[in-house]
């Protein structure tokens, strides 16, 4: 198993308002959670697999709880970009079911000019079609992320205007993930129903 030098992040936060229960915990396929599925996936990839979540652990993963208590996703990123111990970290959000290893590798394979790189589908305009809980950022984003939540910005999106920001172009995405799942995630109850409708069709997901 091939590991990159790269700390892998799982965000595990959030109100779940939609769902209405905690989405972390939710089974997919009858035996792990949506965060034990994500942590598994993440330790493909890295030997620091951080897990931010007020109230949950999982084995195998490293536990930090927010920095912030209203801090959002934004909040969670700087949280577990504080406990890393690589200078790049790859994060996700728990509720992403079907990441795709062959994607994330491709994306931790690229030379890290950057301090941000994030997948953007399509040819829309900036912000439109980006996957910010499915980027890798620095280390060197802390500075920034820090000065954005002492001003009360909470949107991850915020950053990439303020740091050296690379795109990972619909093409590239399409060759290893032609269906775009990896960005699925589950927020209600019928995203529940579709995702095992889809692991139904596609038990190798």
């Known amino acids: 198993m091939m590991h990159y030098g790269i700390t892998a992040i799982v965000l595990a936060g959030g109100q779940n308002s939609r769902m209405g229960t905690d ?4 089974k997919l396929n009858g035996a792990q959670t949506l965060l034990e599925n994500a ?3 993440m330790k493909c990839l890295s030997t620091d697999v951080i897990v931010v979540s007020d109230v949950i652990r999982v084995a195998g993963a490293h536990w930090v709880k927010d920095a912030l208590q209203d801090g959002g996703p934004l909040g969670g990123l700087y ?23 062959r994607l994330l590798r491709y994306m931790a394979e690229q030379p ?9 589908l399509g040819e829309q305009p900036l912000g439109s079609e980006m996957h910010p809980l499915h980027a890798i950022y620095a280390t060197s984003c802390l500075s920034v992320i820090k000065m954005m939540l002492d001003a009360g910005l909470r949107s991850l999106r915020d950053i990439y ?3 050296k920001t690379v795109y990972l172009k ?4 399409t060759c290893f993930d032609p269906d775009g799942l990896s960005f699925f995630n589950i927020n209600t109850p019928q995203d529940m129903v579709q995702a095992q409708a889809l692991l139904k069709d596609r038990p190798w997901l």
């Open 23 to 26: 989405k972390a915990q939710l």
């Open 39 to 41: 942590v598994s996936r």
């Open 79 to 101: 949280s577990g970009l504080l406990a890393a111990r690589f200078s790049h970290c790859l994060a996700v959000a728990c509720d992403m079911p079907f990441l795709n290893l």
């Open 112 to 120: 890290r000019d950057y301090d941000v790189l994030i997948p953007r």
């Open 161 to 163: 205007p303020r740091v």
């Open 170 to 173: 619909q093409e590239d995405i």
